[in-house]
Each structure stands twice: as C-alpha cells, then as structure tokens.
C-alpha cells in the first residue's frame, strides 16, 4: 500500500514563499505520477502539478512534469529520487492561493503530464493548509 505525506503548509502573507513536500512510500512500480492538487472551502478540487516518470529499458528512467497554467508562472516542482520526495515551491503566493493542497499518486499512467487527464490517481495523502494573509 502506497502511503504519502505531505508537510509545508502554513500561514503566510501575500508575497511569500512556502515549499511543500510529498514523501511517498511503499511499492512501487516503473511508471506512474506523483501529483498536486488544491481544494478551497466551497470550490473543485484543482489539478496543480504533478511528476511522471516512466522506465525505459536499455535507455533508464526519463521524467517529465506539468504544471497548470494558472500557477506555472509562480510555482515549480522539484524531486528528491533518493528521498522519494516531490516538491511543490509557491512563490508570490496570493489570497486565492489558500487551500488544502494534496498529494496524489497514479501508479500506472503518465497522463497528468501528457493528456492532462487526472483519473488514474489512486492513492492520496492527508493533504496540507495553506493560508495566505493580507
């Protein structure tokens, strides 16, 4: 069972920084996702970011990322393979940044990165606040 953490959230003001990070554990398998969404009080669940990786034979593990477009010019993704550790970093964070971001896993599909179709994310962490404050 794949297990996923996230940490980072917090209370911070329009303007500022924060750098979540989602530690996945358990098995895992060749290709797969490992992805963000945010959900604010009363709105959708939103697709953020993710990371697709998919091995290769012969050739090794070759990633690829996707960032929505509504975020892409303020937030990054990063990745930490010996850590397993992906990052969200939110920089120049507005009002209508607050939200629960959460950490998802797709086991068996790239397409938060090359379809832009989020389905195939089966496992999901607690998720994390974020609160940004005039």
């Known amino acids: 069972q794949v297990q996923l953490a996230e940490n980072g959230g917090g209370l911070v003001q329009v303007g500022g920084s924060l750098r979540l990070s989602c530690v996945a554990s358990?098995?895992?398998?060749?290709?797969?996702?490992l992805g963000w969404f945010r959900q604010a009080p009363g709105k959708e669940r939103e697709f953020v970011g993710a990371?697709?990786?998919?091995?290769?034979?012969?050739?090794?593990?070759?990633?690829?990322?996707s960032v929505a477009d509504s975020v892409k010019d303020r937030f990054t993704l990063s990745r930490d393979n010996a850590k397993n550790t992906v990052y969200l970093q939110l920089n120049t964070l507005r009002l209508e940044d607050s939200a629960v971001y959460t950490c998802?896993?797709?086991?068996?599909?790239?397409?938060?990165?090359?379809?832009?179709?989020?389905?195939?994310?089966?496992?999901w962490g607690q998720g994390t606040q974020v609160t940004v404050s005039s």
């Open positions: 358990g098995p895992s398998n060749g290709w797969g996702s």
């Open positions: 998802a896993y797709d086991p068996a599909t790239n397409d938060a990165c090359s379809s832009g179709t989020y389905l195939s994310f089966k496992f």
């Open positions: 990371v697709c990786w998919r091995f290769i034979p012969g050739i090794g593990t070759r990633y690829a990322d």
